[in-house]
């Protein structure tokens, strides 16, 4: 059984700065895909990062592509989203997510890849 346990979220003000982790158990993600997604007040989940366990590739939103880097610790099976330069507009409960195979290199942006995702955690950015 696959788990995910995000931490690290938080209130903070607009131009600060914030780690968030993802803590995965019961699968090695060697080859495949660890997501981050988002789900604002009012709105639909959306796609903000992706990070191939092998390799290191990322990929980003363009709304946070400068902002937000993704990275992970192989040795403790962690992978993390650091945020910079904060907005008001990037409050949303975070999650992380992991595909339960792999399917290629063209589908981490789409939350219907993912098949474990964890509890969520809160960012909210105050202006």
């Not at 192989?74 to 792999?102: F, G, H, W």
């Not at 981490?108 to 890849?113: F, I, K, L, P």
Request: glycine content about 12%.
């Amino acid at each position: 059984q696959v788990q995910l346990v995000e931490s690290g979220g938080g209130l903070v003000q607009a131009g600060g700065s914030l780690r968030l982790s993802c803590a995965a158990s019961g699968r090695t993600f060697n080859y495949w895909h660890m997501g981050w997604f988002r789900q604002g007040p009012g709105k639909e989940r959306e796609f903000v990062a992706a990070i191939r366990w092998s390799g290191g590739n990322t990929y980003y939103a363009d709304s946070v592509k400068g902002r937000f880097a993704a990275s992970r610790d192989s040795a403790k099976n962690t992978v993390y989203l650091q945020m910079n330069s904060l907005k008001p507009e990037d409050t949303a409960i975070y999650y992380c997510a992991a595909p339960s195979r792999y399917y290629g290199d063209n589908y981490y942006a789409y939350s219907t890849y993912y098949t474990y995702w964890g509890q969520g955690t809160q960012v909210t950015v105050s202006s």
